[in-house]
């Protein structure tokens, strides 16, 4: 049996994707075909049935949404070596809950700055691996969205649109 960690394995194969990636691009048929599956897949279904509505997730006005989206998606990662503490519905909704108690609670002047023990109030006083990484990038979502975007993720996603239907490369988020 082996003794090497799980997580080496994903950084190695992401290191490896990373250092090889140069640009990013759709498949436009193999999205449909997707979309198309899913769409047979869950027809008929709420939310609430699929598992991904209201239940797990923070919905409300739109600049809140779209900043609680983009918080949880820097820090739904690896969540091993977990032993069934952590899942991506316990992250959910522990954000959920925060920005419940506390619209600013994900601000980018918080992030920015955020500490580990910052982020442990966020997800309830609870810890979950690699704090110290998901701290991180929680503070270059804060930094990238200050410097370019106002500190809004909606205003984010705004520019990424008009990105995309002018054929322009966006501007430069996030460290790579």
């Not at 193999?30 to 509505?53: C, H, I, R, V």
């Not at 108690?101 to 810890?127: F, M, P, V």
């Not at 809004?152 to 996603?157: D, F, G, Y």
Request: proline content about 3%; charged content about 25%.
């Amino acid at each position: 049996m082996s003794t090497r960690s799980p997580m080496a394995d994903v950084r190695e194969q992401t290191e490896q994707v990373c250092s090889q990636a140069k640009h990013v691009q759709l498949d436009e048929s193999a999205l449909k075909s997707l979309a198309a599956e899913y769409a047979q897949a869950f027809k008929g279904q709420s939310d609430e049935e699929t598992g991904w509505g209201e239940e797990i997730h923070f919905v409300g006005k739109e600049e809140l949404t779209v900043q609680y989206l983009l918080v949880l998606d820097a820090i739904n990662f690896c969540f091993w070596p977990s032993e069934g503490k952590w899942e991506y519905g316990d992250v959910s909704g522990a954000l959920k809950n925060a920005v419940q108690q506390d619209e600013s609670a994900i601000a980018a002047e918080k992030l920015a700055n955020l500490t580990e023990e910052g982020l442990k109030t966020l997800l309830g006083g609870k810890e979950m691996p690699n704090m110290h990484d998901r701290a991180r990038l929680l503070r270059e979502v804060g930094q990238g969205l200050l410097a370019n975007y106002e500190g809004s993720a909606a205003q984010m996603v705004r520019a990424m649109a008009q990105s995309v239907q002018s054929q322009s490369p966006p501007e430069m988020l996030f460290p790579m």
